[in-house]
T-cell receptor, first 114, second 115 residues
Framework: AQSVTQLDSQVPVFEEAPVELRCNYS??????LFWYVQYPNQGLQLLLK??????LVKGINGFEAEFNKSQTSFHLRKPSVHISDTAEYFC????????????FGKGTKLTVNP | EAGVAQSPRYKIIEKRQSVAFWCNPI?????LYWYQQILGQGPKLLIQ????????DSQLPKDRFSAERLKGVDSTLKIQPAKLEDSAVYLC?????????????FGPGTRLLVL
C-alpha cells in the first residue's frame, strides 16, 4: 500500500522569501501525486497534480512541484511567498490501477511572517 | 457552480451519544467521499461511494459508523455511539468519476468534539 511522508510539520518563513515543502512517497506501482492546501476553517483545495509527462508541474498561486521518480519525491516550491500563503499543505498519492484511493501525508503548516 | 455543502459546521456531544453529518456534493459528481481528519494528521478515507454504491469502506469502523447515499446524490454519515477518539473534522468530497487521477472537491467540514 502507498504512503506519504511530509518531512516538516511546520515551516516558518518571511514574506517574499522562497519556500520548499518536502514530500516523499512509497509505492510499488506507478502513482499520481497531488498537493492540496487548507486555509483556516476551510476545506482542502487542489494546488497542483502530477499525472504523467513533464516532471515539473505548475499550479495555482505561483506554486510548482517537481516529480522525482528515483528519489520518490514530489517537493512543492514557491519563489516568493505572501502572507496569504499561510495555510496547511498536504501531499497525497494514489496508486494507478489499484483502488486508486487518495492517501494523504500529515501536512506541513506554512506560516509566512511579515 | 455551487461547491460541496456540509452541515452542521460544528457539533459537541457527550460520549455514547449519536450524531449525524450531512453532505451535498457538486451537482453531477458521481463519486462521494467521507474523510476523517484528526488534529495534526492528514485526512483519512472512511468511505467512498460511486452513485449509491459503496466502492471502498475498508477503513470505516463499522461497529459504530454508518453511511448512506440512497439516491446517489446527498449522503449522511452517522456515529453511534460516539467515543472520545471520534473527535475530529469530518470532510466530505466529491469528484466526477472514480479514477485516482481526478481532482477531489472538498466541503468545509464538520468539526466534532466528543466530551
Amino acid at each position: 500500500a502507498q504512503s506519504v511522508t511530509q518531512l516538516d510539520s511546520q515551516v516558518p518563513v518571511f514574506e517574499e522569501a522562497p519556500v520548499e515543502l518536502r514530500c516523499n512517497y512509497s509505492s510499488s506501482v506507478s502513482v499520481y501525486l497531488f498537493w492540496y492546501v487548507q486555509y483556516p476553517n476551510q476545506g482542502l483545495q487542489l494546488l497542483l497534480k502530477y499525472l504523467s509527462g513533464s516532471t515539473l508541474v505548475k499550479g495555482i498561486n505561483g506554486f510548482e512541484a517537481e516529480f522525482n521518480k528515483s528519489q520518490t519525491s514530489f517537493h512543492l516550491r514557491k519563489p516568493s511567498v505572501h502572507i496569504s500563503d499561510t495555510a496547511e499543505y498536504f501531499c497525497a498519492v494514489s496508486e494507478q490501477g489499484g483502488s486508486e484511493k487518495l492517501v494523504f501525508g500529515k501536512g506541513t503548516k506554512l506560516t509566512v511572517n511579515p | 457552480e455551487a461547491g460541496v455543502a456540509q452541515s452542521p459546521r460544528y457539533k459537541i456531544i457527550e460520549k455514547r451519544q449519536s450524531v449525524a453529518f450531512w453532505c451535498n456534493p457538486i451537482s453531477g459528481h458521481a463519486t462521494l467521499y467521507w474523510y476523517q481528519q484528526i488534529l495534526g494528521q492528514g485526512p483519512k478515507l472512511l468511505i467512498q461511494f460511486q452513485n449509491n454504491g459503496v466502492v471502498d469502506d475498508s477503513q470505516l469502523p463499522k461497529d459504530r459508523f454508518s453511511a448512506e447515499r440512497l439516491k446517489g446524490v446527498d449522503s449522511t454519515l452517522k456515529i453511534q455511539p460516539a467515543k472520545l477518539e471520534d473527535s475530529a473534522v469530518y470532510l466530505c468530497a466529491s469528484s466526477p468519476g472514480t479514477s485516482g487521477k481526478e481532482t477531489q472537491y472538498f466541503g468545509p467540514g464538520t468539526r466534532l468534539l466528543v466530551l
